[in-house]
């Protein structure tokens, strides 16, 4: 069985300050672990996946997540805030090797404010 | 940029009626999904396939249908729409490498269905 929970549903900040999307999962299995971005009337665009290789990934427009298997967290970050990073991100886990399930987060709302 | 189609991107139809939601990818991959978003929610699988004759249900029950008769084509149906079929529906299909599913999804821009 496998889960992930996504803590928090809207996040705020500033332009030009750091972003922290929290992820958690659960996973009997080895998980590969993903971040889509979601804009306004558009589909899902892949940010950036951990395959069990190294365990901080970067992915596009500058974000990067850091696999930590302690605290079962795959939290997403970027070091500076854009307007255009204003959209929907989903947190999706699955097992690894590209398995038929996958669980989607139920997402978080990233606002971004001058 | 992937290469997967929606169309159409928007419709409204009156309750009743037949519609189909067309999906197409380029990329040659055997799985696809089908997926229903409501505005500002989680997305829920209601359909998905292996590869070709391929079709099998998802966690969200659907009262919708869908074929898989050729590797690029995926379309879903409504035989009759009503307004709780109000929603969004993304199509995507799983990235392969070296002939293996990478887990990847890639979508299609979604078709946005809205029922009177």
């Known amino acids: 069985a496998q889960s992930v929970t996504q803590l928090d549903s809207h996040v705020s900040v500033s332009e030009g300050t750091p972003v922290l999307l929290r992820c958690n999962y659960s996973s009997s299995y080895s998980p590969s672990l993903f971040w889509y971005v979601q804009h306004p009337n558009k589909g899902l665009q892949l940010l950036l996946k951990?395959?069990?290789?190294?365990?901080l990934v970067k992915g596009i427009n500058g974000f990067e997540a850091e696999f930590k298997k302690s605290e079962t967290s795959f939290h997403l970050t970027k070091p500076s805030a854009h307007m255009s990073d204003a959209a929907e991100y989903f947190c999706?886990?699955?097992?690894?090797?590209?398995?038929?399930?996958?669980?989607f987060g139920t997402g978080t709302q990233l606002k971004v404010e001058l | 940029e992937a290469d997967i189609y929606q169309t159409p991107r928007y419709l409204v139809i009156g309750t009743g009626k037949k519609i189909t939601l067309e999906c197409s990818q380029t990329?040659?991959?055997?799985?696809m999904y089908w997926y229903q978003q409501d505005p500002g929610m989680e997305l829920h699988l209601i359909h998905y396939s292996y590869g070709v004759n391929s079709t099998e249900k998802g966690d969200l029950s659907s009262e919708s249908t869908v074929s898989r008769i050729r590797t690029e084509h995926f379309p879903l149906t409504l035989e009759s729409a009503r307004p709780s079929h109000t929603s969004q529906y993304l199509c995507a299909s799983m990235g392969t490498s070296g002939g293996l599913n990478t887990g990847e999804l890639f979508f299609g821009e979604g078709s946005r269905l809205t029922v009177l």
């Open positions: 990329m040659g991959h055997d799985k």
């Open positions: 951990y395959t069990s290789a190294a365990t």
């Open positions: 999706v886990v699955s097992l690894t090797g590209g398995g038929n399930k996958l669980t």
